[in-house]
């Protein structure tokens, strides 16, 4: 991808902020059909972010990013089952389980690069998912609903993926003005260059995968308790190829780039779901492959190319 000069970080910021301060009128304004739909885009947007802390700033293209996400919404739904505790207090540990699980499975597929890398991970979601599905803990392909365990909250569950938006915003802002953030985009720039210069790849990859899948992990569980259910669907590779499409689009390793990819990408699905119901995936699918290969390094990269748009940005 690309490093960002001060500039480049500061508009970043303030997309971030913007975007914070955009979504809370939802909740302020305590329209539940808009709650419902901003709620939605968070929950991608929060995805995609949560993705950009391996894929964008490492460069390894996870394709099992949703196992995690899958995870932490079965580890919410069975502990509240399990105890009928508040599941928003389950939340801490769905992102250590999925920790846990990250560290374990990391050591050996870490040790694989590029195309060998993403070929491993593709089987980790439906790996996950077949395993739920045939133990008797987790009520096979019914799911867990929780709906009988607590008292349901509209709003508990809009601020809980909102908080967690801000808590993906500053993990992001952190690694782009910390060294950690330095040494991964070193490996993705040039894996065994950085290696030769003493940083620690394995390491490092390591601690940015188990970062990212942690964070997936809360995200899922958020979303267990929304839908007050989980279930088999939350292994949907389908999801997980929107998540890594919108963040090409947006282009990874950025503060702008998972903000700008997740509303490209939703807001544009949803105006051709309306506009063309029956042609709205051919059209949809030819456009995300042209900006994909028009803009290889997405289109945040494009932005700051741009010699007007820089010169305000290292101006500003």
């Known amino acids: 991808m690309f490093s960002q000069n001060k500039g480049t970080i500061k508009i970043g910021v303030l997309a971030q902020v913007a975007t914070l301060a955009i979504t809370l009128l939802p909740a302020l304004t305590g329209v539940t059909a808009s709650m419902a739909y901003t709620w939605t885009f968070l929950q991608m947007l929060t995805l995609v972010m949560s993705?950009?802390?391996?894929?964008?700033?490492?460069?390894?293209?996870?394709?099992?990013?949703?196992?995690?996400?899958?995870?932490?919404?079965?580890?919410?739904?069975?502990?509240?089952?399990?105890?009928?505790?508040?599941?928003?207090?389950f939340l801490l540990p769905a992102g250590l389980v999925t920790a846990v699980i990250a560290l374990l499975i990391g050591r050996p597929i870490l040790s694989v690069r590029g195309p060998y890398f993403a070929i491993a991970t593709l089987g980790l979601g439906?790996?996950?998912?077949?395993?739920?599905?045939?133990?008797?803990?987790?009520?096979?392909?019914?799911g867990l609903p929780i709906a009988a365990f607590f008292a349901y909250?509209?709003?508990?569950?809009?601020?809980?993926m909102w908080i967690m938006f801000l808590i993906m915003f500053l993990i992001t802002l952190f690694l782009k003005k910390s060294r950690f953030g330095y040494m991964l985009e070193a490996i993705r720039d040039d894996e065994d260059l950085a290696e030769s210069m003493g940083i620690d790849t394995r390491k490092s990859k390591l601690v940015a995968y188990i970062l990212s899948a942690a964070s997936a992990g809360v995200i899922g569980g958020i979303t267990a308790i929304t839908h007050v259910y989980a279930h088999p669907g939350f292994f949907s590779i389908a999801?997980?190829?929107?998540?890594l499409v919108s963040l090409l689009i947006g282009g990874g390793g950025t503060l702008l780039g998972p903000l700008a990819?997740?509303?490209?990408?939703?807001?544009l699905?949803?105006?051709?779901?309306?506009?063309?119901?029956?042609?709205?995936?051919?059209?949809?699918?030819?456009?995300?492959?042209?900006?994909?290969l028009g803009l290889p390094r997405g289109l945040v990269n494009l932005l700051y190319r741009h010699p007007k748009i820089r010169y305000i940005l290292t101006d500003a």
């Open 126 to 142: 439906e790996a996950a998912r077949t395993i739920i599905i045939n133990v008797p803990y987790f009520n096979y392909s019914e």
């Open 239 to 243: 999801l997980n190829v929107s998540v």
């Open 153 to 160: 909250d509209v709003y508990s569950s809009y601020f809980a």
């Open 261 to 267: 990819g997740s509303a490209i990408y939703f807001f």
């Open 51 to 89: 993705l950009n802390l391996i894929t964008g700033f490492t460069g390894y293209i996870n394709f099992g990013h949703i196992a995690f996400y899958g995870i932490g919404a079965y580890t919410v739904a069975y502990l509240t089952t399990l105890t009928h505790y508040n599941p928003f207090l």
């Open 269 to 292: 699905a949803d105006t051709l779901l309306i506009s063309f119901p029956y042609l709205h995936l051919v059209i949809f699918g030819v456009l995300i492959m042209g900006i994909t």
